[in-house]
């Protein structure tokens, strides 16, 4: 169970203080075969993405072994699966909740194989939407930028040679 507290205390840090807020984000596991590189250049642009908005994303390993220290810390679960379950709405590409999310492959690829170019960095932007709705909420979609319900294909296109910003009132371009 996750303190509501803390929650809101995360909340309002996120416009105020930047770089005050570390999530560590403990890669639990990866089902299907991902090309290493894509994977740790993913990591590299979410923690770009994130950045830029004040978010610190410390990368780790395996399961988590105690609590984690500090306020201003949280912490999340990822794990990549091979397939979305029944369950799942049809166009999502993760679950996701306060402490975990869940990025589903069979819909990951075949947004990549779109812009195969930009496939670091749309993978990048997922996750970092979704580390974002992790602290946010699931209520925490914008009309633009990289909190858009769905990108369209020039928002896929320009993740390649920059990346979407927090809100529409955040300048995109950098
Ligand atoms: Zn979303």
Redesign the pocket.
Same mark, same amino acid.
């Given at each position: 169970m996750r303190p509501i507290l803390l929650t809101a205390f995360v909340l309002g840090l996120i416009p105020a203080n930047a770089g005050d807020l570390a999530v560590e984000t403990y890669v639990i596991g990866v089902t299907p075969q991902i090309d290493g590189a894509l994977l740790l250049g993913g990591q590299a642009r979410a923690n770009a993405v994130l950045q830029a908005g004040g978010i610190r994303v410390d990368w780790k390993r395996g399961r988590p072994q105690s609590a984690p220290t500090g306020l201003e810390r949280t912490r999340l679960t990822i794990e990549i699966v091979s397939s979305a379950p029944d369950s799942a709405s049809p166009t999502a590409l993760a679950t996701t909740t306060s402490t975990s999310i869940r990025l589903f492959w069979d819909r990951l690829t075949p947004l990549m194989r779109t812009h195969p170019q930009a496939d670091r960095a749309i993978l990048g932007h997922v996750m970092a $939407?979704e580390i974002l $709705?992790a602290l946010e909420g699931p209520g925490s $979609?914008e009309d633009e930028g990289l909190?858009k319900?769905t990108w369209t294909r020039e928002d896929l296109k320009k993740m390649q040679r920059t990346q979407l910003a927090f809100g529409p009132h955040t300048a995109d371009e950098r």
């Open positions: $939407h $709705h $979609h909190m319900a």
